[in-house]
């Protein structure tokens, strides 16, 4: 079993910024991929960014520019720097790890609400 704790999100204006982190801990494999995903009231879950554990990035188009994501292997931690943030930003955004071997694993979520 792996367990994500998140952290960060909240309220911000419209331009402004947010910081979210992702903790996982239990049966964490060396080799994986952890991010974060995104729902909004009425959409589909869908990708805001992953990285591997070695390092590579993937964003979605609609992100790509503003946010940041980075992680600290040490502390199987992934972090998500949210910059230019637009209304339609407003989500609850959900922790990901997964990788070949195990199933994958899901935060409980963290809401993002962007003002205008």
């Known amino acids: 079993q792996v367990q994500l704790a998140e952290s960060g999100g909240g309220l911000a204006q419209a331009g402004g910024s947010l910081r979210l982190s992702c903790a996982a801990s239990?049966?964490?494999?060396?080799?994986?991929?952890m991010g974060w995903y995104r729902q909004a009231p009425g959409n589909q879950r869908e990708l805001v960014a992953t990285i591997t554990n070695g390092g590579i990035p993937n964003y979605s188009a609609s992100v790509k520019g503003r946010f940041t994501i980075s992680r600290d292997n040490a502390k199987n931690t992934v972090y998500l720097e949210m910059n230019s943030l637009k209304p339609e930003d407003t989500a609850v955004y959900y922790c990901?790890?997964?990788?070949?071997?195990?199933?994958?694993?899901w935060g409980q979520g963290t809401q993002v609400t962007v003002a205008s």
């Open positions: 239990g049966s964490i494999f060396i080799i994986n991929t």
């Open positions: 990901y790890y997964g990788n070949s071997f195990q199933r994958d694993y």
